[in-house]
């Protein structure tokens, strides 16, 4: 066995952001770049003789970068890894099998969202025990061995053969080519009511779109609804996973899944639609000419738990990022549970996972999950809509408006502002922290300041504070308005703004959300100068 030892030097870009290590392919492709930042998570945990989970979401370098990691690990000891065949696994499925498994952690290969090919992204996070992402004392002592790391450990030895299931032996470490999928769907089959679902499917009255982009759901995606559920061949489009995600954007947004878009707003549109991401852990929920918001969707879900056999026996409690709509807070309230507001990053959510303060959460961002993986997951979701309108025998549309009319309706919008200037959106950010203390009490139109504040998180399990964490104006009505950089994307900086307002009166729920919250996009593009700062004259995506 030749293991050979590598000089290398820092790069000082290897920070982990909220969904790990982000960057072009390009930059992942400059010698040593991968290779320091593995290194650094071998030399960071004690992963000698155990168990690590491997794979990706099928886009552009996936398959090189595995062969790269098995070398590293085999140098480095670790004592088997289980990597999901053709070099894939959907980031909720690789979820599930480190759990199934009991494995020491696991290293998922995706940049989400992101577009991807030779001039797109690439994406390195590493996943703990618990199935969840690594949690920043992780992640911090990870990024402090990269700034400091001069060598790194590889076997010089054939590549492994990802696309044959099996058994292979690397120096001594054993590697098992996994079905990707099976553990998966065994899962969902102990959570919904399969037969039901297929009722629904089968019925020749109800009939689904799912749009996976030609990303990493898309076996998984066949083999559910078409397979194990009778739906027709052709309910999934877009579902063989291409390294550029056929030239697309894998976000399920209404902008770039345009194509389910059409077909759900056509004249011969389904019953349902949905779309899920790059690595399969968003979802986008669409009825016939209806779309459901992320907030929304969650809170229905909550709603609507005791219908689903995972969650008919009730709900420990509920949590959701800061920016998302509060509409499940009111949903938690009337059930007698918990809701926890916590930052933006799904690693919030373990702790409350594991010390089962809560069953199901989500994110605006189109991520809903629950105690079933430490991960969102798109598919989950879908399945959970599904096993819902096979209950209740209703629409999309009308279990919504249903919900809106018991609850009331949370009017909710985000706006990013894509590849800013970095250095214009920080300015941007820094300006408004320097307001907050002098807006409480300030009339603005129709609106009254009753906080502002930069939110702070002190987390209820374990004690550690996060600050920082988002720019919040709240009125005195009830509505707010969000402010946050985010940290998913590699080119320039992300502005998104979150706007909401509550709506009790059902006759006014049928106004559009951007009309309803005219006033307050006004508001929120006075207070920030975000044309000034941008020099964009309308946001890049609207949700």
């Known amino acids: 066995m030749n293991i050979k030892t590598i000089s290398t030097t820092p790069f000082g870009d290897q920070k982990p952001g909220t969904s790990g290590l982000r960057k072009s392919v390009k930059v992942f492709q400059s010698p040593h770049y991968l290779e320091n930042f593995v290194q650094s998570i071998f030399d960071t945990l004690n992963c000698q003789g155990q168990t690590l989970v491997l794979g990706g979401d099928g886009r552009y370098y996936n398959r090189q970068a595995i062969q790269t990691i098995l070398k590293m690990a085999a140098a480095n000891g670790v004592g088997r890894i289980?990597?999901?065949?053709?070099?894939?696994?959907?980031?909720?499925?690789?979820?599930c099998v480190i759990r199934e498994n009991k494995a020491f952690g696991g290293i998922i290969l995706s940049a989400s969202h992101n577009p991807g090919g030779s001039d797109g992204d690439f994406g390195i996070k590493y996943n703990v025990t618990n199935g969840g992402p690594a949690p920043e004392k992780v992640t911090e002592a990870?990024?402090?061995?990269?700034?400091?790391?001069?060598?790194?450990?590889?076997?010089e030895a054939a590549d492994i053969n990802l696309d044959r299931p099996g058994s292979f032996v690397l120096g001594t470490m054993d590697v098992e080519?996994?079905?990707?999928?099976?553990?998966?769907?065994?899962?969902?089959?102990?959570?919904?009511?399969?037969?039901?679902?297929?009722?629904?499917l089968t019925s020749g009255k109800f009939r689904m779109c799912m749009d996976s982009l030609h990303a990493v759901t898309g076996p998984y995606a066949k083999a559910i609804f078409e397979q194990r559920l009778g739906a027709p061949a052709g309910t999934v489009i877009n579902g063989v996973p291409l390294?550029?995600?056929?030239?697309?954007?894998?976000?399920?947004?209404?902008?770039?899944?345009?194509?389910?878009?059409?077909?759900?707003?056509?004249?011969?549109?389904?019953?349902?639609?949905?779309?899920?991401?790059?690595?399969?852990?968003?979802?986008?929920?669409?009825?016939?000419?209806?779309?459901?918001?992320?907030?929304?969707?969650?809170?229905i879900l909550t709603a609507n738990a005791h219908l689903v056999p995972g969650y008919q026996d009730g709900l420990a409690g509920v949590a959701r990022?800061?920016?998302?709509?509060?509409?499940?807070?009111?949903?938690?309230?009337?059930?007698?549970?918990?809701?926890?507001?916590?930052?933006?990053?799904?690693?919030?959510?373990?702790?409350?996972?594991?010390?089962?303060?809560?069953?199901?959460?989500?994110?605006?961002?189109?991520?809903?999950?629950?105690?079933?993986?430490?991960?969102?997951?798109?598919?989950?979701?879908?399945?959970?809509?599904l096993n819902i309108l096979a209950a209740r025998g209703e629409s999309v549309e009308q279990i919504v408006r249903n919900h809106w009319q018991k609850y009331g309706r949370n009017f909710y919008s985000r706006h990013d502002y894509e590849?800013?200037?970095?250095?214009?959106?920080?300015?941007?950010?820094?300006?408004?922290?320097?307001?907050?203390?002098?807006?409480?009490?300030?009339?603005?139109?129709?609106?009254?300041?009753?906080?502002?504040?930069?939110?702070?998180?002190?987390?209820?399990?374990d004690g550690s504070v996060s600050q920082k964490q988002g720019i919040r104006i709240g009125f005195t009505?009830?509505?707010?308005?969000?402010?946050?950089?985010?940290?998913?994307?590699?080119?320039?900086?992300?502005?998104?703004?979150?706007?909401?307002?509550?709506?009790?009166?059902?006759?006014?729920?049928?106004?559009?959300?951007?009309?309803?919250?005219?006033?307050?996009?006004?508001?929120?593009?006075?207070?920030?100068?975000?044309?000034?700062f941008t020099g964009r004259e309308a946001p890049t995506v609207i949700t």
């Not at 289980?82 to 979820?95: D, E, K, N, R």
């Not at 941007?428 to 998180?457: H, I, T």
Request: glycine residues 10%; charged residues 25%.
């Open 243 to 299: 390294e550029d995600f056929g030239g697309g954007h894998p976000d399920p947004n209404l902008v770039y899944a345009r194509e389910l878009v059409d077909i759900l707003y056509g004249d011969k549109a389904p019953d349902f639609g949905a779309a899920s991401d790059g690595d399969g852990d968003r979802n986008m929920i669409l009825g016939r000419k209806f779309f459901v918001t992320p907030s929304d969707s969650l809170a």
């Open 177 to 200: 080519i996994i079905d990707p999928v099976a553990p998966y769907v065994k899962l969902m089959e102990s959570l919904f009511d399969f037969d039901r679902i297929s009722a629904l």
């Open 82 to 95: 289980l990597v999901g065949q053709g070099g894939i696994l959907s980031t909720p499925a690789a979820s």
């Open 419 to 461: 590849e800013v200037d970095a250095a214009r959106a920080n300015e941007m950010v820094e300006r408004l922290r320097s307001l907050l203390q002098d807006l409480k009490g300030k009339p603005f139109g129709n609106y009254q300041v009753a906080y502002s504040d930069d939110f702070s998180y002190t987390d209820p399990i």
């Open 477 to 532: 009505d009830g509505s707010r308005i969000i402010f946050r950089l985010s940290g998913t994307g590699t080119k320039g900086a992300t502005v998104r703004v979150y706007l909401e307002s509550y709506e009790p009166d059902p006759n006014k729920h049928n106004l559009d959300p951007q009309a309803a919250l005219a006033p307050l996009i006004g508001i929120a593009q006075g207070i920030a100068q975000i044309k000034e």
């Open 321 to 385: 990022s800061m920016p998302t709509s509060a509409a499940v807070d009111r949903v938690a309230s009337q059930l007698g549970i918990d809701c926890y507001e916590t930052p933006t990053g799904w690693k919030f959510f373990g702790n409350l996972l594991d010390a089962g303060k809560i069953t199901l959460c989500g994110e605006e961002s189109f991520g809903t999950g629950s105690n079933h993986v430490r991960e969102k997951d798109g598919l989950w979701a879908v399945l959970f809509w």
């Open 142 to 155: 990870i990024y402090a061995r990269t700034r400091v790391i001069d060598s790194y450990k590889i076997l």
